[in-house]
Each structure stands twice: as structure tokens, then as C-alpha cells.
């Protein structure tokens, strides 16, 4: 029999679980407490559970941890990417960015992605498999205990489209939310997906106060089509329907990225589709200057072009701000670090993975 990810359980299945191993419920209180708020690496460190309760739980269950394969830091502002090595071997990104407001954890949601948009990174390979919710958690957890600073804000913005693994992601916000674990709350978590319409409907159905931000990347159908295959599946009139029913259900403001591309999407007639989208909607643009990938074509508009593109936007009375750039100096876009990793490694012939 396969063994269970504890750290995926929440506390209603882990003190059903001690009742059928015979032991008091409180036990699972006591369990939940150290993997989930004192962040213990195994078993072994709990120290007011038994030996013979330890060894039971090591025969049941498989303890999540993360090994921290790569690390960066910016000299300019502190942004930190690690690279992790899940215990299949496989390699992941997050990123830590410090605010003035508190600490800011970017975690992945998949190894790879099979959503396929064309400036992006992490998409070139494909998808490997779902993140369990016990290794987005410890995403977070780990860069918590390295740095001993509190982690208070959470984007599910690294590699992987997080509706395409949507039950475990909702599972990773309940457990991250819990009171009884680290207890961020969720008007600090933003969730970003291209657009799987029938997820963002359901993800509204469970009424979260999570942010969530849309990759629009496009003011209209056929230009999104040529640089996010989601845009065959659905057009842009019922991703804002989808927007707009989130919007209903949560009452949270809804993002809209906007990465933009020299000579793709960044003149004044993308401008103006794009108010005429946005404009009357209860909604945040955000612009992301786009980050040069090696291997896909796409460009870096000038910063004088993303200012004019930004003062039409605030011209039109819009939420708008362009994002900015953190630990310029330490890597390009999500994703890169990985592929770096894999490809270096891999020439070396010492690729584990
Ligand atoms: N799959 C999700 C979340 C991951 S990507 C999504 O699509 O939203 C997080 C954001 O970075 C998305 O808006 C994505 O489109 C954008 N992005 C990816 N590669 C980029 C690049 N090279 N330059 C700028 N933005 C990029």
C-alpha cells in the first residue's frame, strides 16, 4: 500500500486517522501543530510524541520536505529564487521578495506546465506532474524556517497553470489558511491562471477571499490566440464573464496581467481595446514588462512605451500600475532558473532527474 502525505491531510482525516490507530484524538492536534506551524523537517523532531507512535507514523505516512538544490540572491533589493529538489528528483521554483509590507513567497503549482503560452518559460518542456498540496506548503515552510521572517503574502505565480491542478491547490489554500497552521490570511494569497473559464466559475463557487489575476495578456481574441493557446478554448467575452461572476460571488477586485511585448501588444490601438475591456469593471491592471526568454521571440517594450502605455490607461480613469522588477540582477523570467539547472546538469551527465 502507498503511503499517505500527511502533510496534504487536514486535521478532520488526521484525528480520524488516530482514532483507527487506537491513539487519542489529540494527538493529531499535536501532529498538525508541528508540521504546520513549528515546520519540523520529519518526525523525529516531535519531541512530545512517543517512539512507538513516531515509528507507527513513519510506517503510515510519507513526511514532505524539500531540499534546497540552488539559490540566488539579488544584491540589489534581496529577492531570493531557490531552486528545490522534490524528493522524486524532480526541481521547482519560488521566490522570496521582501516588502516593506512583510515577506512575499512566489510558489509553483506543477512541474512544468502543458498550458503552452509562448513568451513563457516554464511551459517549453511541457508538464512533468501536479504538485502535491503538502510540496506547495512547504514551499513556503521552507523558505520560512531558512530565513526565520515570517512569510505573510503568497502568489501562485511560479511555473504551472494552478487551475490545472485544482483540487490540490484548493487544498493548499485551506491548510495555508487554517487557523490552526500558519494562518495566512486569504485577501493575501493572489491566485494567477491564463483562463480555464469553467475553473475560475468553480473557484468563485468556493468563495475564497483570495485575489485572482488573470493573465489577459491581449486586448483581443486573435492576438491572445497567437500567444496563449487557452485563447482557442475560450475567448476573451467569456473569461470576463467568468471575471465578472468571481467578482459577484467574493466582491474581491479582480487583476488583469498584462505582460507586454514590443510591436505584439503595446500600441496605442492595444491601449485603447483594452480600456474599452476593462474600463467598467471594478478591476486592477497590472503591467508586466516582458521577460526575454532565450529560446521564444518575443521583446521587452521600451519603458518609455509601457509609461505612455500606462498614462492612457490612467487617462481612462483605470487601476493600473506597472510591476515592478525584483532581483533584476539574479534571473530572468519564472521558469528559467529550472531549465538552466536541468540543461547545465544535464551536459555535465550527472542530470539525476
Ligand atoms: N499559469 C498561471 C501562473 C503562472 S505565470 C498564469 O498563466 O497566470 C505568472 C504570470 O507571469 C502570468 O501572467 C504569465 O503570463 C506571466 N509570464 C510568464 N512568462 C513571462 C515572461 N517571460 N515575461 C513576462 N511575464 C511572463
Not at 513568451?119 to 521552507?142: D, V, W
Request: net charge positive.
Amino acid at each position: 500500500m502507498d503511503k499517505k502525505d500527511i502533510k496534504s491531510m487536514n486535521l478532520d482525516e488526521l484525528k480520524k486517522d488516530m482514532e483507527e490507530l487506537g491513539e487519542k484524538v489529540f494527538r493529531a492536534t499535536q501532529i498538525y501543530e508541528w508540521m504546520h506551524v513549528k515546520l519540523v523537517s520529519g518526525f523525529e523532531e516531535m519531541t512530545n510524541i512517543s517512539e512507538k507512535l513516531k515509528e507507527k507514523l513513519e510506517h503510515r505516512y510519507d513526511f514532505t520536505t524539500l531540499e534546497i538544490a540552488d539559490k540566488q540572491v539579488s544584491a540589489m533589493d534581496g529577492t531570493a529564487k531557490y531552486l528545490f529538489r522534490l524528493q522524486d528528483g524532480n526541481l521547482i521554483e519560488s521566490v522570496l521578495m521582501k516588502y516593506k509590507h512583510g515577506n512575499s513567497v512566489c510558489i509553483s503549482s506543477q512541474v512544468g506546465c502543458r498550458m503552452g503560452c509562448k513568451f513563457c518559460a516554464s511551459t517549453i518542456a511541457g508538464l512533468k506532474r501536479n504538485l502535491h498540496p503538502s510540496e506547495m506548503l512547504e514551499q513556503i515552510y521552507r523558505i520560512q524556517r531558512e530565513t526565520g521572517e515570517r512569510v505573510s503574502n503568497i502568489v501562485v505565480m511560479g511555473t504551472g497553470e494552478p487551475f490545472d491542478n485544482f483540487d490540490h491547490l484548493i487544498r493548499f489554500l485551506e491548510l495555508i489558511t487554517n487557523e490552526k497552521g500558519l494562518h495566512i490570511s486569504a485577501r493575501n494569497i493572489t491566485v494567477s491562471t491564463c483562463g480555464i473559464v469553467p475553473k475560475i466559475k468553480e473557484f468563485a463557487d468556493k468563495n475564497l477571499q483570495v485575489t485572482l489575476a488573470i493573465s489577459l495578456h491581449a486586448p483581443n481574441d486573435e492576438k491572445r490566440r497567437k500567444m496563449m493557446p487557452i485563447a482557442n478554448k475560450y475567448s476573451i467575452a467569456e473569461l470576463l464573464k467568468a471575471c465578472d461572476y468571481f467578482y459577484e460571488k467574493t466582491k474581491r477586485r479582480v487583476t488583469f496581467e498584462y505582460s507586454l511585448a514590443k510591436g505584439v501588444n503595446d500600441s496605442d490601438q492595444d491601449a485603447r481595446e483594452l480600456i474599452q475591456l476593462v474600463k467598467s469593471r471594478n478591476c486592477h491592471v497590472n503591467l508586466i514588462p516582458i521577460n526575454p526568454v532565450e529560446e521564444l521571440q518575443f521583446q521587452s517594450t521600451a519603458k518609455k512605451v509601457a509609461m505612455d502605455f500606462k498614462n492612457k490607461l490612467e487617462k481612462s480613469k483605470i487601476n493600473v500600475t506597472i510591476r515592478r522588477e525584483m532581483g533584476r540582477d539574479i534571473d530572468g523570467a519564472c521558469g528559467q532558473l529550472r531549465r538552466r539547472h536541468e540543461e547545465n546538469v544535464g551536459e555535465d551527465g550527472t542530470k539525476e532527474c
